[in-house]
């Protein structure tokens, strides 16, 4: 049985108009979907100034707002694919509010959790810090989003 998807003319629309944006503005400045998206939550939740705000709480650390912003697409969409049209049409300051915090401590306790056990020497020379969504994810699910809290087996895996 052959099954076929159509997109509706709106979600077409609104990743025309999403990839538009993130392309150019009036000042031919090249935006991507988390610029969009720091415009859309302004009102509810400002993206700019809750990042500065950890990052000097926390300095050397440098949030990854993509790597984030996805983590946090991911809770509060479960099993959704998390595309830049659906992030950007589905999360809301309340999402923000809600969950910012405990992602951002659980990327920096990845990063410590690195660095402990010498995987990487500095942030800047992770070859791709997307692979942090993963391991985000997982110190989010584990008790206490605290890493002592894995099994041996799942520490191996981590290792690996």
């Not at 392309?23 to 100034?49: E, H, M, P």
């Not at 050397?60 to 946090?72: S, Y």
Request: net charge negative; charged share 20%; with cysteine.
């Amino acid at each position: 049985m052959r099954v076929t998807v159509h997109k509706t003319e709106n979600s077409t629309t609104q990743e025309k108009f999403a990839l538009f944006f993130e392309r150019s503005n009036s000042k031919g400045i090249q935006l991507n979907f988390v610029d969009i998206l720091t415009a859309k939550l302004y009102r509810g939740f400002n993206l700019k100034d809750k990042t500065a705000e950890f990052e000097s709480e926390h300095q050397p650390v440098e949030l990854n707002l993509p790597i984030l912003v996805r983590c946090i697409a991911y809770i509060v969409s479960p099993g959704q694919p998390i595309s830049r049209s659906h992030i950007l049409q589905n999360l809301t300051p309340e999402h923000f509010n809600e969950h910012w915090e405990t992602i951002c401590n659980s990327y920096q306790t990845c990063l410590d959790w690195l660095y402990e056990n010498h995987f990487i020497l500095s942030q800047s020379w992770m070859p791709y810090e997307s692979m942090l969504i993963p391991m985000i994810m997982f110190l989010h699910e584990l008790p206490g989003h605290d890493f002592s809290q894995m099994s041996e087996r799942q520490r191996q895996f981590l290792q690996y």
